[in-house]
């Protein structure tokens, strides 16, 4: 994929490299199951992803494989699109210029790649769909970059994340609940195992992600004190009180979580960067993020160490950076959240989602044979 999605912004060339000379012999295979038949390797079709959220833009090219897909070129920056939305309703000036230039960059690399534009799916999420305004950004960049944006719903954001993280999924597990954090909001999808496959039998969206979040609830100054912890609490509760409001209840479905027949998987740069934390890592390394199993006493250690870093700590942490400091606490804020109103031990971490799903889909939808007009009979002419 584009630079980790927990890797801070700021380093967009130097980590693509890197991500794409480890994606053409990944060690695990990078967003899906196996792609059937159809051409792939070198002479594949390229094939493009592109997703404008409310914090991040993200670009990922990559070639239909055997095992899914190998990564040829990939680009992530924080633009915050949604910053100061929620006191508006509108796109800010200043943001739409950060996320213009970062789309401009992507158009560029779209035609350096030789990428046919007809083979690019590009979306934009939250951000977009709220404000006032977003439809007439979106037409600013097609005028001006050739991108064409498509304003997606949170229903079609939740299961193309899904299909990006397939194949994170314990294949033992009965259940999954695959939690989206995004900058403006948050999906949550239930899945239970239908025969062989699993199933999504329920899902939702939370308006709330880290951007609106932490807008929401300024941190303190004395965020190591208690000051801090009920500060830390007030997201907690905000985003608790925003699940409970989805209103999905399934008794059968939290028993199997309980019991330990299910499990969460986690996609967002906010959880990529706990599971750094986690680590101890000096820099961002997606091969030891991407699929790491954390228990809940591990997330909230994290947490609580990110905590006890203050703002200048956390900007110091290669996981983290000066871009993402500000943020990182209210996404372990909305993961505690979810894991209080479905206790469960085991979170798998995914730095993959939305762009995967997209990617995988467009692969599929073109593996399909198109079907031959039969040949028979003419219709005798009307006499």
């Known amino acids: 994929m584009p630079e980790p999605d927990g890797a801070p912004s700021g380093r967009d060339d130097r980590s693509q490299r890197q991500r794409s000379d480890r994606a053409s012999h990944p060690a695990k295979p990078r967003g899906g199951g196996a792609q059937g038949h159809g051409a792939s390797g070198r002479d594949a079709p390229l094939y493009g992803a592109l997703d404008l959220g409310t914090n991040n833009c993200r670009l990922l090219i990559a070639r239909p494989a055997r095992e899914g897909f190998r990564v040829v070129d990939s680009f992530s920056r924080i633009v915050r699109l949604g910053e100061g939305l929620s006191h508006t309703g509108r796109l800010d000036e200043a943001a739409m210029d950060r996320a213009y230039d970062a789309l401009a960059s992507c158009a560029e690399r779209v035609v350096r790649k030789g990428l046919d534009s007809a083979r690019l799916t590009a979306v934009a999420t939250q951000a977009c769909r709220q404000a006032e305004n977003g439809a007439a950004f979106i037409e600013r960049v097609r005028a001006g970059t050739g991108l064409r944006l498509r304003i997606i719903d949170p229903a079609e954001e939740a299961r193309l994340s899904v299909e990006g993280c397939l194949n994170l999924f314990d294949p033992r597990a009965e259940a999954v609940l695959v939690i989206d954090v995004g900058g403006g909001s948050t999906e949550l999808s239930w899945l239970r195992k239908q025969g062989r496959e699993m199933k999504t039998v329920a899902w939702m969206s939370a308006p709330l992600g880290v951007v609106t979040l932490a807008e929401r609830h300024p941190e303190p100054d004395d965020v190591v004190g208690p000051a801090g912890e009920v500060w830390y609490e007030a997201m907690v509760a905000d985003m608790g009180a925003a699940i409970a409001a989805g209103g999905i209840v399934d008794a059968d479905m939290r028993d199997l979580f309980g019991r330990g027949r299910g499990h969460m998987v986690g996609t967002s740069g906010a959880i990529t960067s706990l ?32 905590k006890a ?75």
């Open 275 to 306: 599971a750094g934390i986690h680590l101890n890592l000096r820099r961002y390394q997606r091969d030891r993020i991407d699929g790491l199993w954390m228990t809940r006493k591990q997330c909230e250690a994290a947490a609580d160490r990110l």
């Open 309 to 383: 870093l203050g703002p200048d700590g956390r900007a110091a942490e290669a996981c983290i950076g000066p871009d993402r400091a500000d943020l990182v606490l209210a996404g372990a804020a909305i993961l505690e959240a979810v894991q209080r109103a479905w206790p469960c031990e085991r979170v798998r971490v995914a730095d993959r989602g939305l762009r995967e799903g997209l990617l995988l889909q467009r692969m599929r939808e073109d593996r399909k044979p198109r079907r031959r007009r039969r040949r028979g009979r003419q219709p005798a002419a009307a006499e």
